[in-house]
């Protein structure tokens, strides 16, 4: 079955950087498009970010547009979450995402 099984979150002091890590199996990883997306406290899912399979285009949300970076290990069935830059509104539970299938996510806690 498929399963989405994401790590690296932590706390980190505002301004600093964060890698996601997301193991993908029981499906054709390499030509599937995956997202990343959110959960602040009290809030909805937030899409933040797309990569495509195979031409791994990219797409991200205005809100994290040059301070993450999405991107994808074919041959090992990864996908990344490159955060820089982080700031106290980006503390939410990450979770990546296929079709609509998500993890269990990974929390990330921006201190001011």
Known sequence: QVQLVESGGGLVQSGGSLRLS??????PFAIHAMEWVRRAPGKGIEWLATISGTTTGTYYA????????????????????????????????YYCEYGDIRGQGTQVTVSA
């Not at 997301?22 to 499906?27: D, I, L, P, T, V």
């Not at 830059?85 to 980006?90: I, Q, V």
């Open 22 to 27: 997301c193991a993908a199996s029981g499906f």
């Open 62 to 93: 205005d809100s994290v547009k040059g301070r993450f970076t999405i991107s994808r290990d074919n041959a090992n069935n990864m996908l990344y979450l490159q955060m820089n830059n982080l700031k106290p509104e980006d503390t939410a539970v």
